[in-house]
């Protein structure tokens, strides 16, 4: 019998760069049988975001601008969870 635990990273954006490149590693190895996985940048989907998908992993972006809090972008990664 399978379970999935759903299991979801929000990460800032998805440049190249330290914490998104070992999420990346993360999801490479994560077992999918054991974990439903999705990603929300909160900015775009940046260099790692299409490597991401290729895994088979859903990417959300929310195009939220840096240093602002925009209510409709906050209602939709609430949604999203």
Same mark, same amino acid.
């Given at each position: /019998?399978?379970?999935s635990v759903k299991l979801?990273?929000? $990460?800032t954006g998805l440049p190249y760069g330290g914490a998104? =490149? /070992?999420l990346?590693?993360?999801l490479k190895y994560a077992d999918r049988?054991?974990? =439903?996985i999705s990603v929300i940048s909160l900015?775009? *989907? #940046?260099?790692? #975001?299409?490597q991401i998908e290729s895994l088979g992993i859903q990417v959300y972006c929310l195009?939220?601008?840096? #240093?602002r809090l925009q209510m =409709?972008?906050? $209602? *939709?990664?609430i949604l999203i969870l």
């Open positions: /019998m399978e379970s979801v990273h929000v $990460i998104e =490149s /070992m990346l590693n993360l049988k054991q974990y =439903s900015t775009t *989907k #940046g260099v790692l #975001g299409p195009d939220m601008a840096r #240093g =409709s972008k906050f $209602i *939709k990664l």
